[in-house]
């Protein structure tokens, strides 16, 4: 058996060289790779000696060779192949190990020039690793160090390596293979070349969406059913899933989650986790009906419960600081889908043992968690995809600008961050009505803002909140002056909405003649 070992990351790989020589497997190598084996004391016959030919180009011929290519491509079982093989003089290659040049992490360098790019465009290895994925049946490929230990159990226990790993292994490098391809595409098409002002030495201008856009997502599992029970569906995670993204977490007990689970988990998490303080979100159909700063879990949550019991039954809850005992006996005592936080205690996780169709997920989550977001988001079209850079802003003290008499006070100002924060992740039209790090009202997902704002007092009214003194976040400008007086009316002392409406100036004066005081955030937040 030969194994050709062609590397351009070395983890593990001297380690993984010393295993497969100890079981006789004859190593071939190239350039570093053959260098750092050769130091190490194994024997290794480097790739000229085998091909006849030097490597040449700067490195950028070696591999591609018959007597390489032939070696990994021919069928065992097939006569002619084989014969072929003697005539030219070709011994097969039984195994290739290759990982390919850092395209994606040298792309990914402040400064990178166009030079550096294609310069770490690997030919001959996805041509190997190819040659070799195809011929699965009679070669193992080798494309992450994760494989070795795999590798070397089958190899020890068996002589050789079975049909259903090399099939896998197969199958992750055309994966490798796709996704690399895919990275060059992204990048490439995204330059913006122009003969006569981009030299090697230069950082090419690019644009923000490449000319072809290409994605690659890993499946976590397949789900029961999509978003209705006639429906198929599978869930994916990015190649790489941020720390603290919903893909990174860990279910603990409960049914599996479902498709719409997910999809509502994800509304609540995302939301929780843009709160510094502690905080309670609880999502129903894709939209907060409660949300909460609190200065212990419990409280938290018994102030997001209070905004709307009715939608928070079935709901998703999700919480940015470990769940204790209390906060878990508080929420035990409702119907709850899906329960997430970054932690549970041993109390928690008692609490809920009994209670064995909850879900709970834990999230670790990194220290600054509000910055990891999604840097891009699509939306599927009929034959397309929307894609646009991810909502990420985050409203600042000094980004408001007060165009009433009325002045805020700074406990209004400071419930007018909390309400803005969490109408950024209600559906349009929104309405958010907040109190003191409560809401107090949610209007969301009507054709009318006008319809929002009465919602959000009507479910107010049905909790037995009075919105005296509260503060409102809407998330586009009043079109009219009708809406701000509903939620006036309702008992609204203080309005964020982003302004930039013709009638902006009609608005303001109706915030005058009520005696409320009004902020534009220059901002708005569509959420569809």
């Known amino acids: 058996m030969r194994a050709l070992i062609s590397v351009s990351d070395k983890t593990g790989i001297v380690e993984l060289a010393k295993e497969l020589h100890a079981l006789g497997v004859g ?13 190490q004391g194994l024997p290794v016959t480097e790739v000229a000696e085998v091909t006849g030919f030097p490597e040449m180009l700067d490195g950028r011929v070696k591999t591609l060779h018959p007597k390489v290519h032939g070696g990994l491509l021919a069928r065992r079982d097939t006569p002619e192949h084989m014969a072929a093989l003697q005539a030219h003089g070709i011994d097969t290659i039984d195994m290739l190990i290759v990982n390919l040049y850092p395209f994606e992490a040298t792309v990914a360098k402040p400064g990178c020039t166009l030079a550096d790019a294609i310069e770490n465009i690997d030919i001959g290895g996805p041509a190997m690793v190819r040659s070799a994925a195809k011929n699965w049946k009679d070669v193992g490929i080798v494309t992450d160090a994760n494989q070795y230990p795999a590798v070397i159990a089958e190899l020890k226990a068996n002589g050789k390596l079975s049909d259903p790993l090399r099939f896998a292994l197969s199958v992750a490098a055309f994966n490798r293979i796709s996704q690399y391809d895919g990275a060059i595409s992204n990048y490439l098409s995204s330059v913006n070349f122009d003969a006569d002002k981009l030299s090697d030495s230069d950082v090419p201008e690019r644009a923000q969406f490449s000319a072809q856009f290409n994605e690659q997502y890993v499946k976590v599992q397949d789900l029961r059913y999509g978003e209705n029970s006639h429906q198929q569906a599978a869930w994916y995670r990015d190649l790489a899933p941020a720390a603290g993204s919903l893909a990174t977490g860990v279910q603990l007990q409960g049914k599996e989650l479902s498709y719409n689970n997910i999809a509502d988990a994800d509304a609540a998490w995302e939301c929780v986790k843009s709160f510094e303080g502690t905080a309670c979100v609880i999502v129903k159909h894709a939209n907060p009906c409660g949300v909460a700063v609190g200065a212990t879990a419990l409280e938290a949550y018994s102030k997001a419960f209070q905004t709307d019991p009715t939608s928070a039954f079935g709901g998703i809850i999700a919480f940015n600081r470990p769940v204790d005992k209390a906060a878990a006996e508080a929420v035990s005592k409702q119907f709850v889908e899906v329960l997430m936080a970054p932690d549970f205690s041993a109390e928690a996780l008692e609490v809920f043992k009994s209670k064995v169709n909850v ?3 834990k999230i670790a989550l990194p220290a600054h968690y509000g910055d990891v977001r999604n840097a891009l988001e699509t939306k599927r079209v009929g034959s397309g995809l929307l894609l646009q850079s991810a909502d990420n802003h985050e409203l600042a003290l000094a980004d408001m600008k007060i165009v009433t008499v009325k002045q805020p006070s700074p406990e209004e100002l400071h419930d007018l961050l909390f309400a803005w924060k969490v109408a950024k992740f209600v559906k349009s039209n929104a309405i958010v009505f907040c109190k003191n790090g409560m809401t107090m009202g949610v209007g969301a997902g009507q054709m009318s803002r006008l319809d929002s704002a009465r919602i959000a007092s009507i479910k107010a009214e049905a909790a037995k909140l009075s919105l005296q003194g509260t503060v409102v976040a809407s998330d586009a400008f009043f079109p ?9 009316d309702a008992g609204a002392t203080c309005v964020a909405q982003p302004g930039g409406s013709m009638r902006d100036q009609e608005v303001i004066d109706a915030a005058n003649e009520r005696g409320v005081a009004m902020v534009f955030t220059g901002v708005r937040h569509f959420r569809h």
């Not at 190598?29 to 130091?39: I, N």
Request: overall charge neutral; hydrophobic content about 50%.
């Open 27 to 39: 190593l071939i190598s190239t350039g570093g790779t053959a260098k750092l084996l050769a130091e």
């Open 359 to 361: 879900r709970l997920m």
């Open 480 to 488: 009219f002056r009708d809406g701000l007086d509903v939620v006036v």
